[in-house]
């Protein structure tokens, strides 16, 4: 198993302190081949014992044998990427979402959706495309649902909400200013929020009342080629709890729902 797939896999086992060495892994393993255990520490910040842990984590004997592996995978990362396999490794990110979505925190999400007036979706770029799904799915459900992707009208939207709102904010990272801004204002006025993200120690993670921990997911060299599957997978596990639970008193709703889609098939 490469060296990302091996921390991906565990991601989420790492203190505070181990996921720093192990994000700078991946974002610049280039860097790290040259390193010595204490200019490594030196550079992230941490002590060589934490070093230690994660290389322990990892299933390496050593530091040095650690940095053979990492140096050779990258020497052929080109061929990598020319015959990846995208198919599994779209699976692997759903595998992983089993060891980072906490289904009583699930629960709770759908118990706050059930008794909110109103669910508004928050996020920018691509997880406001993520947000934008979440918002058409639970307005099949018959939630009077809301979705923007512009922050200046996420902030006006979250100023007139109240404690029998809810806002759902979405951000692979967790430390998109503007999302984590929108989601504040509406904490400040008295509504429920959840954040969507990888990252349980995010800025967004600190606002939310409550996270639900999408999993973790990097790309080998470029952060754009980087998917958004487990924030959709996130939202889809929530939208399928919902629905279990509404469906026997909203059953002529969904049937009518469906009466209504025919004539637009050909």
Do not use: C
Not at 35 to 43: G, H, L, M, P, V
Not at 162 to 171: A, F, G, M, R
Not at 187 to 204: C, F, H, R, V
């Amino acid at each position: 198993m490469k060296v990302k797939d091996r921390i991906l896999n565990i991601y989420t086992q790492f203190s505070p302190a181990e996921r720093r060495v192990a994000d700078y892994i991946l974002e610049k393993p280039d860097d790290v081949i040259h390193y010595s255990i204490t200019e490594f520490a030196k550079i992230v910040g941490v002590s060589e014992t934490t070093i230690h842990r994660v290389i322990k984590k990892l299933d390496f004997d050593g530091y040095q044998a650690f940095k053979i592996t990492l140096a050779r995978e990258l020497s052929g990362i080109e061929e990598a990427i020319e015959r990846h396999d995208f198919i599994d490794e779209e699976i692997e990110i759903l595998k992983r979402l089993k060891n980072t979505l906490n289904m009583k925190d699930v629960e709770q999400a759908v118990e706050w959706i059930l008794s909110a007036r109103r669910v508004l979706f928050f996020g920018v770029g691509l997880s406001g495309v993520v947000s934008e799904y979440a918002s058409l799915k639970f307005s099949l459900l018959g939630f009077h649902t809301f979705f923007s992707n512009d922050p200046h009208v996420q902030v006006i939207e979250a100023v007139n909400l109240t404690e029998e709102d809810l806002v759902i904010s979405i951000s692979h990272t967790g430390n998109i200013r503007d999302t984590v801004k929108s989601t504040q204002v509406a904490k400040d006025m008295g509504a429920k929020t959840i954040a969507i993200t990888t990252n349980k120690d995010s800025e967004l993670a600190r606002v939310a009342h409550l996270v639900l921990q999408s999993p973790p997911v990097k790309y080998d060299i470029y952060e754009f080629l980087r998917e958004n599957i487990g924030e959709i997978a996130v939202v889809d596990v929530l939208f399928k709890e919902t629905f279990q639970r509404i469906y026997q008193e909203r059953k002529k709703h969904f049937e009518n729902l469906e009466d209504v889609f025919k004539p637009k098939k050909f």
